[in-house]
Structures are given as C-alpha cells and as structure tokens.
C-alpha cells in the first residue's frame, strides 16, 4: 500500500497529494538572458494552453562537465539576475542547482525551489545548507543510489525542521556510458511520504560517452516519460531546447521545444488515468 505523498508548494505551483502532474523545465544551462527569457515565455505559452503547471529552471553553472573546455553557464551573480528577471517578467516559480553550500543563502534570494546535484546528493553540508533556506528542497537521486537509499537523505534535509523534500529520480548506471531508469523507484521513494520527480532528459543521458561530452539518446524521451507518469511520479522534469544542435550542454539529451507540446498532451493524459483510477 502507498502512503499519499505530501503537497507542497514551489511558488504559485503545488506539487504533490491529489494534484495533477506537473512539469518542471527550462535550459540545461543558462547561455544568455535574452535566450532563457524566450524559453521560459514558449514554455509558458505552451503549459498555459495545456493548463499544466510550470516551473522554470536553468543553472547558472554546470560545474560537472566532461571537459575543461565545456561552457559552464555565466556564473552565480549573473545568472541569478537572469532568473530574476524570468520570475518577474513571467511570473513564474524558478529552480536553479547549486554546488557549495556557502552559495545557498544568495540562490534562496531568488530561487523558489532549490536543486541539489546527483553528485553531490550525499554531501551532507551541501543539503543542509539547502534545508535551511526553508524553501523547498529538490534532491536528485545519484545514479550510485538504490531508490530506498534516498530515506537517508530525507532524514538530513528533516534534522533542520524543512520537510518540503523532493526526490528526482533519473536512472542508475548500468555497465560503462549507459543509465536504466528503473519504474518500481517510484512507488519505493513515494512511499517514503515525499513527491517524486523523474527526470526525462538526464536518464537518457550516455555518461562520458562521447569524444570530450556527455551523450545522449533523447529518442527515449518519449517512452520513459510516459511509462514514468504511468508509474505515479508527481511531476516531469525535462530540459528543452529551440535549437538542440546548437545547445551548449547536454545536446545531446535535450528535448527539442517543438516536439514538447505534444509529449505533454500524451503525458497528461496518461496522468489524468493513473489519478482517477487511484
């Protein structure tokens, strides 16, 4: 029997209990203002005609990248004043990730969830720092981590009082460049009391895969997605791109806008029955 997840609020959006699915999406990485704010206005467009709830996200910094020369994103000074500029000017609730704890207090000023790394899912400074923000907390699951490993980490982000906990689940490796997304991680971490996110593009990422860069195989977009809501998580995340091409992380996994909106019709669909058969 699975415990009914709480609800939590990220900004204007509730994710979580009885509410429907919800999307959280954006850039892999933030390439310039004018680019993120045209993304974040499409994507709104988009979920508004589809009345689904949307939370933007982007990071102003990928400090795990394959190679020394790969872009990074404009730093945590600007690229937070881009966010800003998206929260305001779109109203939207906006993520973003963070790497080292003593840059919580700055991202909390802006951000209404704040993300801590796969990698980093363990480091405990790193979480707490996110705890005490109060706002809430979005974990990414590593890919080294059984789903019910994850408990450990609720528990640290609930030593400080903050009991808004997200978990996203985004594959395990399996043998050398390759990520499976295990469906029984779902009602595992759900039952733990918490939302679960999957994260769409991530999972069909192909780690080191590449000449210098991360892989990626984002025809299996669609199909995890879909077999992920029909499992019961509680929102989409997914990384978009206009021109996947030419994106400066991750191009390889990002899913192009323009096949978005009819992904999401499918998905919310297919959420619509999960909901009413629970």
């Given at each position: 029997?699975?415990?009914?997840?709480?609800?939590?609020?990220?900004?204007?959006?509730?994710?979580?209990?009885?509410?429907?699915?919800?999307?959280?999406?954006?850039?892999?990485?933030?390439?310039?203002?004018?680019?993120?704010?045209?993304?974040?206005?499409?994507?709104?467009?988009?979920?508004?005609?589809?009345?689904?709830?949307?939370?933007?996200?982007?990071?102003?910094?990928?400090?795990?990248?394959?190679?020394?020369?790969?872009?990074?994103?404009?730093?945590?000074?600007?690229?937070?004043?881009?966010?800003?500029?998206?929260?305001?000017?779109?109203?939207?609730p906006v993520l973003t990730d963070f790497?080292?704890?003593?840059?919580?207090?700055?991202?909390?000023?802006?951000?209404?969830?704040?993300?801590?790394?796969?990698?980093?899912?363990?480091?405990?400074?790193?979480?707490?720092?996110a705890a005490r923000t109060g706002l809430?907390?979005?974990?990414?699951?590593?890919?080294?981590?059984?789903?019910?490993?994850?408990?450990?980490?609720?528990?640290?982000?609930?030593?400080?009082?903050?009991?808004?906990?997200?978990?996203?689940?985004?594959?395990?490796?399996?043998?050398?460049?390759?990520?499976?997304?295990?469906?029984?991680?779902?009602?595992?971490?759900?039952?733990?009391?918490?939302?679960?996110?999957?994260?769409?593009?991530?999972?069909?990422?192909?780690?080191?895969?590449?000449?210098?860069?991360?892989?990626?195989?984002?025809?299996?977009?669609?199909?995890?997605?879909?077999?992920?809501?029909?499992?019961?998580?509680?929102?989409?995340?997914?990384?978009?791109?206009?021109?996947?091409?030419?994106?400066?992380?991750?191009?390889?996994?990002?899913?192009?806008?323009?096949?978005?909106?009819?992904?999401?019709?499918?998905?919310i669909r297919i959420d619509q029955v999960?909901?009413?058969?629970?």
């Amino acid at each position: 029997m699975i415990q009914k997840v709480k609800e939590i609020n990220i900004g204007s959006v509730t994710v979580g209990g009885d509410h429907p699915l919800a999307l959280i999406a954006g850039l892999c990485v933030i390439e310039s203002a004018e680019h993120t704010l045209k993304i974040a206005s499409a994507l709104k467009d988009i979920c508004l005609r589809l009345s689904l709830p949307l939370v933007f996200k982007a990071s102003y910094d990928k400090a795990n990248r394959t190679s020394i020369t790969s872009y990074r994103g404009p730093g945590m000074e600007d690229g937070l004043r881009i966010l800003a500029d998206v929260k305001r000017e779109l109203d939207l609730p906006v993520l973003t990730d963070f790497h080292r704890a003593e840059d919580a207090v700055e991202v909390a000023k802006v951000v209404d969830i704040i993300q801590v790394p796969a990698f980093l899912c363990r480091q405990t400074d790193i979480i707490l720092a996110a705890a005490r923000t109060g706002l809430p907390v979005n974990v990414k699951k590593g890919q080294f981590l059984a789903p019910e490993d994850v408990e450990q980490i609720i528990k640290k982000v609930e030593s400080v009082g903050n009991r808004k906990i997200f978990i996203t689940e985004r594959g395990i490796s399996f043998g050398y460049h390759n990520l499976i997304s295990d469906m029984r991680a779902f009602p595992i971490i759900r039952n733990l009391g918490y939302p679960v996110i999957f994260d769409a593009t991530h999972s069909v990422q192909l780690p080191g895969g590449g000449e210098g860069v991360t892989g990626g195989a984002r025809e299996y977009i669609p199909f995890l997605s879909r077999a992920a809501v029909a499992a019961g998580c509680d929102a989409i995340f997914m990384e978009v791109h206009d021109h996947p091409e030419s994106a400066l992380s991750d191009a390889s996994s990002v899913i192009p806008l323009n096949e978005l909106p009819d992904l999401l019709k499918m998905l919310i669909r297919i959420d619509q029955v999960v909901k009413n058969n629970e």
